[in-house]
């Protein structure tokens, strides 16, 4: 008889489920919900073209104007200079503004192009530091920043030499300030995507040959980036015709190291021959790095970064390019490691550190053993 009270109670249950949809009922209820909403971040970084300035000979002349006729004009993006002769300036400031609610890394590349170029002074000031323009592209080290932080203004000055000769006449240039921006947690790769033309190494190991140092396309890239990986170059020579968009080769990871080893040559040119952005550099006996002009390096270093010489003659700048140069506005640390006294001298002649509101530290080792600091 039990057995039935159940089921009949079982059953008018079910009845009652199955009359909700035509009939009304006062049923106890409680109900919880959680909405979930989602928005997505920006990074939101914007130039602007402000603050033209022009003078001629040194001398302050109306604002876009130039004392032989010439004209400097701000059109949206572009600053057009026309006409320039040598003596002439025009100064302008890139105003950056950060809308960005995430936080951000953002770099400045600097392209010149155009046989104009090579009559022309232009010199970028980022983050307080000077940064020459040259005909090629050159990639500022990445900068951290929080949501809305400001960015500091970047000046631009383009000067053409008042020795310029008359082998500058009707010529051409173009110069391409480009920020560019990219969420904070970005790692090595994402960053090199989003600057680089190609030629990532990503596989480390061993580099031969040429056909070692190829892009997809099958092409010498130029700009080689090491990234975080551990990349060893023998009997290679990498000059400004086959790689080196300002500069030949780049380190840029605190556990990337580059090795220049048997007989590797790095042809610098008006370039910079190494770029470090932090990481490794090794030297070994028989490599060499060459690089020529003023304003130029055959390694030139901005982040924390270890170098091990092994030998003597590794670096050969010439026509007063600097061996290693060390060019900031933020602090950290070079440890440079050498064999001996004489090397030692060797390369602290061709050592320079430029660098405002920041204090570099550059530790020289003998033998493993501390000996000097700049």
Known sequence: MKKKIILSSVLSIVICLSLIAGATFALFTSEARINIAVTS??????????????????????AGEFELGGT???????????????????????????????????????????????GLTAVATINGVDYPINAGTYTCAWVEVDANQPINDIQLSVLMESTVGDEYQNKSADITIQLVAIQGNADEIDLVEAVSDGGVITSGGVANSLDDIVDENGDVVAGLYIGENDVTFRDIVLDKTVAGD????????????????????????????????????????????????SGNACIMIQDDTDIYINGSGVLNPQNGAKGIWVLTGMDFVVNIYVEDQAALAEYTAIFEKEYSGSTPVVNWYVGGVLTQTN
Request: net charge negative; aromatic share 4%; proline share 2%.
């Open 41 to 62: 971040g920006t990074v939101d970084v914007t130039a602007t073209l402000t603050g033209l300035q022009t003078k001629s000979l040194g001398k302050d002349m109306p």
């Open 72 to 118: 400097a004009e701000i059109v949206g993006q572009t600053l057009d200079l026309e006409l320039m002769v040598p003596g002439d300036e025009a100064i302008v400031t890139i105003d950056v503004e950060n809308n960005s609610d995430v936080a951000i890394q953002y770099c400045v590349k600097l392209i010149g192009t155009g046989d104009l170029m090579g």
């Open 246 to 293: 300002y500069y030949a080769l780049g380190i840029d990871s605190s556990s990337g190291k580059l090795t220049l080893d048997n007989g590797a040559i790095v042809n610098a040119g008006n370039y910079y021959g190494v770029i470090s952005l932090g990481g490794e550099i090794v030297l070994n006996e028989g490599s060499q790095v060459t690089a020529s002009g």
